[in-house]
């Protein structure tokens, strides 16, 4: 298990045991789980033909510097 902290946010990876993702959730309540699996479950919601274009805006959102910009980069994203 790896977990990066950036201003009280937390990443975390590991390999989906339910006893560690909830005995590392209790000690880090704000983690996140690894992003390209919510990316790939967003994708299969998307139309084949539209899935790259919407993996390029995820990106964007996903490697915002900043809370506010990822939220707006979210927003246009929903209205797209």
């Known amino acids: ?7 009280g946010m937390f990443l ?6 339910a006893d560690v993702e909830e005995a590392f959730l209790d000690v ?17 919601k998307v139309r084949k033909n539209e899935q790259y274009e919407a993996a ?4 964007v ?3 915002s510097f900043t809370q506010k910009a990822a939220l707006t980069q979210f927003q246009a994203f929903q209205e797209k």
Not at 29 to 34: E, F, N, Q, R, T
Not at 56 to 59: A, R, S
């Open 1 to 7: 298990m790896v977990s990066r902290d950036r201003e």
């Open 12 to 17: 975390r990876i590991n390999d989906g045991l």
């Open 28 to 44: 880090y309540p704000k983690a996140d789980s690894y992003v390209i699996h919510k990316v790939r479950n967003t994708l299969n």
């Open 56 to 59: 390029e805006d995820l990106k």
């Open 61 to 63: 959102i996903y490697c």
